[in-house]
T-cell receptor, first 113, second 115 residues
Framework: KNQVEQSPQSLIILEGKNCTLQCNYTVSPFSNLRWYKQDTGRGPVSLTIMTFSENTKSNGRYTATLDADTKQSSLHITASQLSDSASYICVVRGSGGSYIPTFGRGTSLIVHP | KAGVTQTPRYLIKTRGQQVTLSCSPISGHRSVSWYQQTPGQGLQFLFEYFSETQRNKGNFPGRFSGRQFSNSRSEMNVSTLELGDSALYLC??????????????FGQGTRLTVV
Protein backbone atom coordinates (compact mmCIF):
# COMPACT_ATOMS: atom_id res chain seq x y z
CA LYS A 1 0.00 0.00 0.00
CA ASN A 2 1.33 3.42 -0.96
CA GLN A 3 2.01 5.59 2.05
CA VAL A 4 3.44 9.05 2.75
CA GLU A 5 4.57 9.80 6.28
CA GLN A 6 5.43 13.30 7.42
CA SER A 7 7.25 14.39 10.52
CA PRO A 8 7.01 16.12 12.81
CA GLN A 9 3.25 16.38 13.05
CA SER A 10 3.60 19.88 14.44
CA LEU A 11 6.42 22.30 15.03
CA ILE A 12 6.77 25.61 16.83
CA ILE A 13 9.75 27.84 16.09
CA LEU A 14 10.78 31.43 16.68
CA GLU A 15 10.75 33.95 13.87
CA GLY A 16 14.06 34.05 12.05
CA LYS A 17 14.99 30.44 12.83
CA ASN A 18 15.41 27.68 10.26
CA CYS A 19 13.52 24.41 10.27
CA THR A 20 13.35 21.16 8.31
CA LEU A 21 10.27 19.07 7.63
CA GLN A 22 10.50 15.42 6.63
CA CYS A 23 8.56 13.26 4.19
CA ASN A 24 9.08 9.50 3.78
CA TYR A 25 7.17 7.54 1.17
CA THR A 26 6.66 4.01 -0.07
CA VAL A 27 5.11 4.91 -3.45
CA SER A 28 6.63 2.88 -6.24
CA PRO A 29 7.29 3.29 -9.08
CA PHE A 30 7.88 6.97 -8.41
CA SER A 31 6.84 9.83 -10.70
CA ASN A 32 7.09 13.05 -8.74
CA LEU A 33 6.95 14.58 -5.29
CA ARG A 34 5.35 17.91 -4.47
CA TRP A 35 5.40 20.11 -1.41
CA TYR A 36 2.43 22.37 -0.75
CA LYS A 37 1.79 25.11 1.79
CA GLN A 38 -1.76 25.44 3.04
CA ASP A 39 -2.88 28.40 5.11
CA THR A 40 -5.90 27.89 7.34
CA GLY A 41 -9.12 28.12 5.34
CA ARG A 42 -7.38 28.33 1.99
CA GLY A 43 -6.41 25.95 -0.78
CA PRO A 44 -2.86 24.54 -0.93
CA VAL A 45 -0.19 26.47 -2.81
CA SER A 46 2.55 24.63 -4.66
CA LEU A 47 6.08 25.17 -3.37
CA THR A 48 8.14 22.66 -5.35
CA ILE A 49 7.78 19.76 -7.78
CA MET A 50 10.57 17.20 -7.97
CA THR A 51 11.01 14.30 -10.33
CA PHE A 52 13.23 11.25 -10.00
CA SER A 53 16.31 12.94 -11.46
CA GLU A 54 16.16 16.03 -9.24
CA ASN A 55 17.62 16.02 -5.76
CA THR A 56 17.36 19.70 -4.81
CA LYS A 57 14.94 22.45 -5.76
CA SER A 58 14.55 25.90 -4.25
CA ASN A 59 11.73 28.41 -4.18
CA GLY A 60 12.84 31.50 -2.32
CA ARG A 61 13.42 30.58 1.31
CA TYR A 62 12.09 27.07 0.70
CA THR A 63 14.48 24.30 -0.38
CA ALA A 64 13.31 20.78 -1.02
CA THR A 65 15.58 17.76 -1.28
CA LEU A 66 14.81 14.32 -2.62
CA ASP A 67 16.61 11.02 -2.16
CA ALA A 68 14.79 8.62 -4.45
CA ASP A 69 16.92 5.70 -3.29
CA THR A 70 15.85 5.99 0.34
CA LYS A 71 12.44 7.43 -0.61
CA GLN A 72 12.90 10.48 1.56
CA SER A 73 12.33 14.18 1.02
CA SER A 74 12.82 17.20 3.19
CA LEU A 75 11.64 20.79 3.06
CA HIS A 76 13.99 23.33 4.62
CA ILE A 77 12.69 26.77 5.52
CA THR A 78 15.32 29.43 6.01
CA ALA A 79 14.92 32.55 8.18
CA SER A 80 11.31 31.79 9.04
CA GLN A 81 8.68 34.50 8.98
CA LEU A 82 5.32 34.78 10.73
CA SER A 83 3.65 34.20 7.36
CA ASP A 84 5.27 30.76 7.19
CA SER A 85 2.78 29.57 9.81
CA ALA A 86 0.75 27.00 7.88
CA SER A 87 0.37 23.31 7.16
CA TYR A 88 2.98 21.81 4.82
CA ILE A 89 1.84 18.83 2.81
CA CYS A 90 3.93 16.31 0.90
CA VAL A 91 2.29 14.57 -2.07
CA VAL A 92 3.78 11.69 -4.01
CA ARG A 93 2.62 10.39 -7.38
CA GLY A 94 3.61 7.08 -8.78
CA SER A 95 3.53 6.00 -12.38
CA GLY A 96 1.59 3.26 -14.08
CA GLY A 97 -0.72 1.62 -11.57
CA SER A 98 0.43 3.92 -8.74
CA TYR A 99 -0.61 7.08 -10.52
CA ILE A 100 -3.15 8.24 -7.94
CA PRO A 101 -1.50 10.85 -5.68
CA THR A 102 -0.82 9.88 -2.09
CA PHE A 103 -0.90 12.68 0.47
CA GLY A 104 0.92 13.01 3.74
CA ARG A 105 -1.05 14.24 6.75
CA GLY A 106 1.00 17.41 6.82
CA THR A 107 3.21 19.23 9.30
CA SER A 108 1.60 22.12 11.12
CA LEU A 109 4.18 24.89 11.53
CA ILE A 110 3.71 27.78 13.91
CA VAL A 111 6.19 30.65 13.84
CA HIS A 112 6.20 32.82 16.95
CA PRO A 113 7.52 36.39 17.07
CA LYS B 1 -5.06 36.28 -14.61
CA ALA B 2 -7.98 34.89 -12.65
CA GLY B 3 -7.29 31.95 -10.37
CA VAL B 4 -9.27 28.78 -9.89
CA THR B 5 -12.82 29.57 -8.88
CA GLN B 6 -14.97 27.21 -6.89
CA THR B 7 -18.64 27.75 -6.21
CA PRO B 8 -20.34 27.81 -3.86
CA ARG B 9 -17.90 28.53 -1.03
CA TYR B 10 -20.17 27.13 1.65
CA LEU B 11 -23.03 24.66 1.48
CA ILE B 12 -25.27 22.98 4.02
CA LYS B 13 -27.21 19.91 2.93
CA THR B 14 -29.34 17.28 4.60
CA ARG B 15 -28.52 13.57 4.67
CA GLY B 16 -29.86 11.81 1.60
CA GLN B 17 -29.77 14.88 -0.62
CA GLN B 18 -27.42 15.36 -3.53
CA VAL B 19 -25.06 18.22 -4.25
CA THR B 20 -23.20 19.63 -7.24
CA LEU B 21 -20.01 21.62 -6.87
CA SER B 22 -18.46 23.70 -9.61
CA CYS B 23 -14.86 24.50 -10.53
CA SER B 24 -13.68 26.97 -13.14
CA PRO B 25 -10.00 26.43 -13.95
CA ILE B 26 -7.42 29.01 -14.89
CA SER B 27 -7.82 30.05 -18.51
CA GLY B 28 -5.90 27.70 -20.77
CA HIS B 29 -5.67 24.88 -18.23
CA ARG B 30 -7.09 21.61 -19.50
CA SER B 31 -6.69 19.47 -16.41
CA VAL B 32 -8.92 19.63 -13.35
CA SER B 33 -8.55 17.43 -10.28
CA TRP B 34 -10.84 17.12 -7.28
CA TYR B 35 -9.89 16.40 -3.67
CA GLN B 36 -11.65 15.87 -0.36
CA GLN B 37 -10.06 17.23 2.81
CA THR B 38 -11.22 16.23 6.28
CA PRO B 39 -9.54 16.56 9.69
CA GLY B 40 -9.61 12.77 10.08
CA GLN B 41 -8.32 11.66 6.67
CA GLY B 42 -6.46 14.70 5.42
CA LEU B 43 -6.39 15.30 1.68
CA GLN B 44 -7.64 12.51 -0.58
CA PHE B 45 -7.77 12.37 -4.35
CA LEU B 46 -11.19 12.03 -5.92
CA PHE B 47 -10.65 12.19 -9.68
CA GLU B 48 -8.83 13.96 -12.47
CA TYR B 49 -10.19 15.16 -15.79
CA PHE B 50 -8.28 16.16 -18.88
CA SER B 51 -10.01 17.39 -22.03
CA GLU B 52 -13.39 16.09 -20.83
CA THR B 53 -12.04 12.60 -20.08
CA GLN B 54 -11.64 11.14 -16.63
CA ARG B 55 -8.02 9.99 -16.43
CA ASN B 56 -7.80 8.80 -12.85
CA LYS B 57 -10.19 8.01 -10.04
CA GLY B 58 -9.51 7.70 -6.35
CA ASN B 59 -10.93 5.17 -3.95
CA PHE B 60 -14.34 6.70 -3.35
CA PRO B 61 -17.80 5.12 -3.72
CA GLY B 62 -19.82 5.57 -6.86
CA ARG B 63 -21.89 8.28 -5.13
CA PHE B 64 -19.05 10.61 -6.06
CA SER B 65 -18.98 11.50 -9.72
CA GLY B 66 -17.73 14.28 -11.88
CA ARG B 67 -17.51 15.62 -15.37
CA GLN B 68 -15.66 18.19 -17.40
CA PHE B 69 -17.09 20.40 -20.08
CA SER B 70 -15.55 21.51 -23.36
CA ASN B 71 -14.50 24.82 -21.78
CA SER B 72 -12.60 22.83 -19.11
CA ARG B 73 -15.00 23.81 -16.34
CA SER B 74 -15.73 20.87 -14.11
CA GLU B 75 -18.45 19.76 -11.76
CA MET B 76 -18.53 17.08 -9.14
CA ASN B 77 -21.68 15.52 -7.79
CA VAL B 78 -22.29 13.65 -4.58
CA SER B 79 -25.54 11.75 -4.33
CA THR B 80 -27.28 10.35 -1.25
CA LEU B 81 -25.21 12.48 1.09
CA GLU B 82 -23.92 11.01 4.31
CA LEU B 83 -22.73 12.80 7.44
CA GLY B 84 -19.21 11.63 6.65
CA ASP B 85 -19.24 13.57 3.39
CA SER B 86 -18.85 16.79 5.35
CA ALA B 87 -15.54 18.14 4.18
CA LEU B 88 -13.66 20.79 2.28
CA TYR B 89 -13.78 19.93 -1.41
CA LEU B 90 -10.89 21.36 -3.39
CA CYS B 91 -10.26 21.46 -7.07
CA UNK B 92 -6.98 22.18 -8.79
CA UNK B 93 -6.20 23.03 -12.38
CA UNK B 94 -3.04 22.64 -14.39
CA UNK B 95 -1.90 22.98 -17.97
CA UNK B 96 -1.28 19.38 -18.78
CA UNK B 97 -2.07 17.42 -15.70
CA UNK B 98 0.37 15.71 -13.42
CA UNK B 99 1.83 13.49 -16.11
CA UNK B 100 3.67 16.53 -17.41
CA UNK B 101 4.73 17.54 -13.90
CA UNK B 102 3.09 20.91 -14.40
CA UNK B 103 2.22 23.09 -11.46
CA UNK B 104 -1.25 22.69 -10.01
CA UNK B 105 -3.23 25.66 -8.75
CA PHE B 106 -5.91 25.12 -6.13
CA GLY B 107 -9.15 26.95 -5.59
CA GLN B 108 -10.35 28.12 -2.20
CA GLY B 109 -12.57 25.10 -1.84
CA THR B 110 -16.22 24.45 -1.10
CA ARG B 111 -17.02 23.74 2.53
CA LEU B 112 -19.81 21.15 2.56
CA THR B 113 -21.66 20.41 5.78
CA VAL B 114 -24.12 17.53 5.87
CA VAL B 115 -26.64 17.61 8.70
Amino acid sequence: KNQVEQSPQSLIILEGKNCTLQCNYTVSPFSNLRWYKQDTGRGPVSLTIMTFSENTKSNGRYTATLDADTKQSSLHITASQLSDSASYICVVRGSGGSYIPTFGRGTSLIVHP
Amino acid sequence: KAGVTQTPRYLIKTRGQQVTLSCSPISGHRSVSWYQQTPGQGLQFLFEYFSETQRNKGNFPGRFSGRQFSNSRSEMNVSTLELGDSALYLCASSLGGDRLNTEAFFGQGTRLTVV
